[in-house]
């Protein structure tokens, strides 16, 4: 019994180690070659993944295909995987905001790239291949905010949940729309909602494919805040002042703390007591431990 509960535990650390160097949580023993769905991807063309990383540490990632309310074609689910392994690398990064162009978030897949992998395997490996990205997304060591403007519908709504905070617009909608295409989600959607949530609410969403308005999902809990300014500008800077109060510090300190609420969030109690333990070493002694205890005088 011992043994087995040890045995677990260590390949549940060892599943999160390789997943943080980018290596993907499935393999051939699931029937998964992420090679050949790439290849496929690669013929569905169309939009783009659009990354800025600005001197502050703070990236803005767009999803931007607004002739198709933003939905990911073949070719931006390659580029999402490319662009979150960019940040994964970014040791200046603190904070990363998530939004659609044009005023709107994202509506989830292209129907052309749904009809065309239509096999029961096709479906399962591009699921596979984007719930992947979307979960290295969620344990990036930045602090991620997804700026819902418009809908975000279907894997829209998927990729919101897996930002670590949401902040909506006036308007704005999220929508998990997956039975009324006979569909549950496949992105990792539901697992993410239900830890958000709750098991109760997320079965109301999904099975009612409800539309929550910005002040249902601040009462869900699912939204942090309802932004003032709906245009696309404003919300933007909105959002950035927001995430601003986050990310003040040193990156090597913020990334330290998203990475030991990481190990809380997913290790079993003794593993993430020893992922926070070796975490807190390599900030102690570091140079902004120095610098604080160098300008702050003693408590009385």
Same mark, same amino acid.
């Given at each position: ?23 993907? &949580? ?10 050949? *769905? ?16 600005? $001197? ?5 990632? @767009? ?9 990911? @074609?073949? @070719? ?10 960019? &940040? ?7 904070? &990363? *905001? ?31 291949? *984007? ?65 958000? *949530?709750?098991? $109760? ?31 696309? @500008? =404003? ?28 190990? =809380?969030?997913? &290790? ?33």
């Amino acid at each position: 019994m011992a043994v087995s509960f040890w045995n677990n535990l260590l390949q549940i650390t060892k599943n999160r180690v390789l997943q943080q160097r980018g290596v993907s &949580l499935y393999n051939y023993t699931h029937g998964f070659e992420e090679h050949v *769905i790439k290849k496929k991807l690669e013929q569905f063309a169309g939009g783009s993944i659009n990354l800025s990383k600005d $001197g502050n540490g703070i990236g803005v990632l @767009t999803v931007n295909n607004p002739r198709l309310m933003n939905a990911f @074609t073949g @070719t931006m689910m390659l580029e999402l995987q490319e662009k979150v392994t960019e &940040l994964e690398n970014w040791k200046e990064g603190k904070g &990363l *905001i998530i939004r659609g162009a044009e005023n709107t978030f994202c509506s989830g897949s292209d129907l052309n790239v749904v009809k065309a992998l239509s096999s029961m395997q096709d479906g399962v490996n591009t699921c596979m291949f *984007i719930r992947n990205t979307l979960t290295r997304l969620m344990r990036l060591p930045l602090i991620s905010v997804a700026l819902v403007q418009g809908k975000a519908v279907g894997g829209g709504a998927e990729l919101t949940t897996a930002c670590d905070f949401r902040l909506m617009t006036p308007g704005s909608e999220i929508r998990f729309v997956h039975k009324e295409i006979g569909l549950v989600p496949g992105w990792g959607g539901a697992t993410r909602l239900v830890q958000l *949530i709750g098991s $109760g609410n997320a079965l109301k969403l999904l099975s009612g494919a409800l539309k929550v308005d910005p002040e249902r999902a601040v009462s869900l809990r699912l939204a942090e805040e309802i932004l003032p300014s709906s245009d696309e @500008t =404003g919300s933007l800077e909105e959002a950035c002042t927001w995430l601003n109060q986050y990310t003040k510090g040193p990156a090597e300190v913020i990334q330290a703390m998203k990475k030991v609420v990481i190990a =809380g969030r997913e &290790l079993h109690l003794e593993a993430a007591l020893r992922e926070e333990k070796d975490i807190f070493g390599t900030v102690w002694g570091g140079p902004a431990h120095v610098q604080a205890l160098a300008q702050r005088p003693k408590h009385k």
